[in-house]
């Protein structure tokens, strides 16, 4: 981190300059960028640790002064060229505050859900649906740090443009009711809160369909809900559902690699495998936080059941192989599972004996 103090009287007259985080006054800029500024060194570390040393030199072009362009054709080209680079960091930060958000790193995602709400501002406009995903991601890191005040008045920016947008996407009224009932469920208000966890698995249904990873947060959370009110038999069937879900996921997208391990070199596949499996980062962390907290939920149950758990621990060991890290995969399946739940996780893996195989072949590789 690189952070220079302003001197006021260098700076240009009639141009006020502001904090990137809260908006107060600048008294401090990026020393790596020169075109981000601080009110303080809280702030300029905060935004750092987020995402600011991910995006510093991206900023430069963006936020510097257009050349003179000599025809209207280059001035064209130049805008183009800057639109394109606002969308793709709108997009980037967008997944590295999700990411922040399903490891459960609310302080974190705040800064570069800011930078993402701002990107889709100055790309869109200040009333354009697009602003919704950064709304509500600034809504579930509020929510998550118990800023249920600050979380209500992103959700209600949020339901305010879709209610002025006629032809509103299902996938965002989903993400928006999903976030209404985390909000109600931090509350203590159950009731309203599963009836908008019911919307959210309603619109994520028509939009990607009843057993899409992007529906079973809906019904994740709901389970959630009906788990704090012990109604234990509703919670489970619930669990059971998600846990499906990515199981089935992941099995597809293991059968996917292995067909194309039988066409690819192991070495071209290793750089194509992003590419290849359409599991980002964000996904990752989401799945990683779904199973190991149904995980735990199994493993301290009064009356276990092993076969559920062996799903559980076996979707967790694909997860781990499909991003190459083999030993936690190994280590989840070893290490976690009494003998009783292996043997169940055997039943389970019906192509154990090729995985093995793949995973030599690319150690190998």
């Known amino acids: 981190m690189n952070v220079q103090e302003l001197v006021p009287l260098a700076l240009p007259r009639g141009r006020p300059l502001s904090c990137e985080l809260c908006g107060g006054p600048a008294q401090l800029r ?38 003179f ?20 960091l709108v997009d980037f930060t967008h997944k590295v505050a999700q990411k922040f958000v399903f490891e459960g790193k609310h302080e974190e995602a705040i800064p570069a859900a800011l930078h993402s709400l701002r990107f889709s501002i100055d790309t869109c406009g200040p009333d354009s649906v697009e602003l919704v995903p950064a709304y509500l991601i600034l809504a579930e890191a509020s929510t998550g740090l118990g800023r249920l005040t600050q979380a209500e008045e992103y959700l209600s920016q949020a339901q305010w443009i879709v209610l002025k947008t006629s032809d509103c996407s299902n996938g965002i009224q989903s993400k928006l009711h999903r976030n209404l009932g985390l909000l109600y469920a931090a509350k203590g208000n159950f009731e309203e809160s599963l009836y908008h966890l019911a919307t959210d698995i309603y619109f ?37 559902e998600v846990t499906d879900i990515w199981h089935a996921h992941f099995s597809r997208l293991i059968q996917v690699q292995s067909q194309t391990l039988t066409t690819l070199s192991c070495m071209l596949f290793i750089h194509l ?41 076996h979707a967790l060991a694909m997860l781990h192989y499909l991003i190459f890290d083999f030993p936690k995969a190994s280590h989840v ?33």
């Not at 936080?289 to 995980?295: E, G, K, W």
């Open 273 to 313: 495998k992003c590419f290849i499996l359409n599991i980002d980062e964000a996904q990752q962390a989401e799945a990683s936080q779904v199973l190991n907290a149904i995980l735990d939920i199994r493993e301290q149950a009064p009356k276990q059941q092993p076969a559920k758990t062996a799903n559980v621990v």
């Open 204 to 240: 994520a249904s028509c939009a990607f369909g009843t057993h899409d990873i992007s529906t079973s947060g809906g019904y994740f959370h709901m389970a959630n809900v009906f788990f704090r009110q012990n109604k234990m038999d509703i919670a489970d069937s619930l669990y059971t």
């Open 30 to 67: 990026c020393g790596a960028c020169h075109v981000t500024y601080y009110c303080d060194v809280d702030h300029q570390k905060a935004d750092w640790v987020s995402i600011h040393e991910k995006i510093c030199q991206l900023l430069i072009p963006i936020r510097t002064s257009f050349p």
């Open 333 to 365: 399946t070893v290490t976690v599972c009494d003998p009783v739940i292996q043997d169940c996780i055997r039943i389970f893996t019906t192509k154990g004996a090729e995985l093995r195989l793949h995973k030599l072949k690319l150690r190998d590789g």
């Open 69 to 88: 362009f000599n025809s209207e054709k280059e001035r064209k080209h130049g805008m183009e060229q800057l639109l394109h680079r606002q969308k793709h």
